[in-house]
């Protein structure tokens, strides 16, 4: 897989799918690599050429000194379409992924011509709870919140049934740096767009899980009224939703984006 120098860091990216087709940016969860979308990838590509990349400070993308901030990740992405000559794009983000979205549909809504956010809020948490999550990790790295991440990530019911793809996203944040994971951690932290999401100019789907305890079906909600004409879907899962529910992930996804609505 390539490597970009974009600014002062490299990003890891994979670019793949017909040369001639859309491009689709995929845009990850907090303590996750570019593999989480391994659930929609094969039907994406039939579709859209696929650009997913390792956020700052996560999978092989360099850990840059912190914090980082909202503004920068989105600017990574830029940065990114700019080094690989891609003028316009659609996107899809879950949960920093998807706040990375709103981001870029603020600051760079005529390079995107439809954007999908997942499993995201106009703000995440507060500030004292994000404050406990870096000293734990800073104190005793990525094992000891990976736990409680994974409850919050699926329902009991999916991770009683499948008990190797649970495994597997555990491995995944287990993996992280914590540092990367940290300086992330303080961007999603300071964010707020609460009060500028009429700001927000690309058309966009808001999808939500029924049972996220991150960010709840009202958070989506409230994302779909604040943003002109955004629309709303809602899929029988947790956080994670493209991974609990892949299949209604991937056609909800897929209707909005080619053009067949919600």
Same mark, same amino acid.
């Given at each position: ?8 860091? &490299? ?6 799918g017909?040369? =001639?087709?859309p491009?689709?940016?995929? =845009? ?11 659930? #929609?990838l094969?039907?994406?590509? &039939?579709?859209?050429r696929?650009?997913?990349? *390792? ?5 092989q ?9 909202l503004? #920068? ?8 379409? *700019? ?43 507060t ?15 990525? &094992?000891? +919140?990976?736990?409680? +991440? ?14 190797? &793809?649970?495994?597997?996203m555990?491995?995944?944040i287990?993996?992280? =740096? ?11 932290? *300071? ?22 305890? +991150?960010?709840?079906?009202? *958070? ?8 002109p ?13 493209? +991974?609990e ?18």
């Open positions: 897989m390539p490597f970009l120098q974009i600014a002062e860091y &490299k990003i890891h990216y994979e670019l793949t017909a040369s =001639s087709a491009v689709l940016v995929l =845009s990850n969860s907090l303590g996750t690599t570019m593999a989480m979308w391994e659930p #929609q094969a039907e994406f590509e &039939k579709s859209f696929v650009l997913r990349y *390792d956020t700052r400070g996560h999978g993308s360099e850990v840059t000194p912190g914090p980082y901030t503004g #920068q990740l989105a600017q990574d992405v830029v940065r990114l379409l *700019d080094a690989l000559k891609i003028e316009e794009a659609h996107f899809c983000g879950l949960s920093m992924g998807g706040l990375t979205g709103l981001q870029l549909g603020l600051n760079a809504s005529r390079r995107f011509r439809k954007m999908v956010v997942c499993s995201a809020s106009a703000k995440f948490g500030a004292e709870g994000w404050d406990k999550r870096i000293e734990v990790v800073r104190a005793s790295g990525m &094992k000891q +919140v990976a736990g409680q +991440v994974i409850e919050r990530w699926f329902t009991k019911e999916f991770r009683e049934a499948t008990p190797g &793809k649970v495994e597997t555990r491995r995944m287990e993996g992280i =740096s914590p540092d990367g994971y940290v300086n992330c951690c303080m961007a999603l932290r *300071d964010a707020d767009l609460r009060e500028r999401l009429s700001e927000v100019r690309a058309e966009t789907l808001i999808i939500s899980g029924t049972q996220d305890p +991150v960010s709840p079906p009202a *958070d989506g909600k409230l994302l779909a009224s604040g943003i004409g955004a629309r709303y879907c809602e899929l029988n899962a947790s956080h994670l939703s493209n +991974v529910a892949p299949e209604e992930f991937t056609r909800e996804t897929l209707r909005f984006l080619t053009g067949g609505g919600v």
